[in-house]
T-cell receptor, first 112, second 114 residues
Framework: DGGITQSPKYLFRKEGQNVTLSCEQN?????MYWYRQDPGQGLRLIYY???????QKGDIAEGYSVSREKKESFPLTVTSAQKNPTAFYLC???????????FGPGTRLTVL | AQKVTQAQTEISVVEKEDVTLDCVYE???????LFWYKQPPSGELVFLIR??????QNEISGRYSWNFQKSTSSFNFTITASQVVDSAVYFC???????????FGKGTRLSVIA
């Protein structure tokens, strides 16, 4: 089945540790995105990539890093520099920047 | 700068009632795209509709309908004969021409009570 997978579904991290969230798509989409959602809030863009080996910062990129070495993969690293990382993280992809985005099931990150 | 406003934070309706979710947008571009997404309790966003700025024709899909009015910069979403399964958070989003990422509104939480 074509779609977007995110793993793990739930993630716990100790303060001061880096953690990497996985996002994979087999839709052959060029563009991929990472969003953060806090309770009762909308989605805020962290990073996006429109093509392999290229990515741009979104509105809240500080404390996060990404890579796009393969078309189907766009991992997000939450670094210890992120002051308040506990949130729900959603990955999405689209054919290109003009088309609708399709979302993965999300990863809920909790910092202990 | 682009902006999406969903003024209704939460709405509660009784099953079988009709409900309209409001979305007002701001953009300086003449070419842009509008979207609606549904986020059920599971958390995954589900794409509902995409509309470009040159197509003001209203759209109906089953119990769902969308009213796009450029004169008021609005793209409202109506659910007819609501059902409990419609309970979710609904997001409106905007993308300007030029391959820019989506900007989302803060969402409207709809609760349909049996």
């Amino acid at each position: 089945d074509g779609g977007i997978t995110q793993s793990p579904k739930y993630l716990f991290r100790k303060e001061g540790q880096n953690v990497t969230l996985s996002c994979e798509q087999n839709l052959n989409h060029d563009a991929m995105y990472w969003y953060r959602q806090d309770p009762g809030q909308g989605l805020r863009l962290i990073y996006y990539s429109q093509i392999v080996n290229d990515f741009q910062k979104g509105d809240i990129a500080e404390g996060y890093s990404v890579s796009r070495e393969k078309k189907e993969s766009f991992p997000l690293t939450v670094t210890s520099a992120q002051k308040n990382p506990t949130a729900f993280y959603l990955c999405a992809s689209s054919l290109d920047g003009y088309n609708e985005q399709f979302f993965g099931p999300g990863t809920r990150l909790t910092v202990l | 700068a682009q902006k999406v406003t969903q003024a209704q934070t939460e709405i509660s309706v009784v099953e079988k009632e009709d409900v309209t979710l409001d979305c007002v947008y701001e953009t300086r571009d003449t070419t842009y795209y509008l979207f609606w997404y549904k986020q059920p309790p599971s958390g995954e966003l589900v794409f509902l509709i995409r509309r470009n700025s040159f197509d003001e024709q209203n759209e109906i899909s089953g119990r769902y309908s969308w009213n796009f009015q450029k004169s008021t910069s609005s793209f409202n979403f109506t659910i007819t004969a609501s059902q409990v399964v419609d309970s979710a958070v609904y997001f409106c989003a905007l993308s300007e021409a030029g391959n820019t990422p989506l900007v989302f509104g803060k969402g409207t939480r709809l609760s349909v009570i049996a």
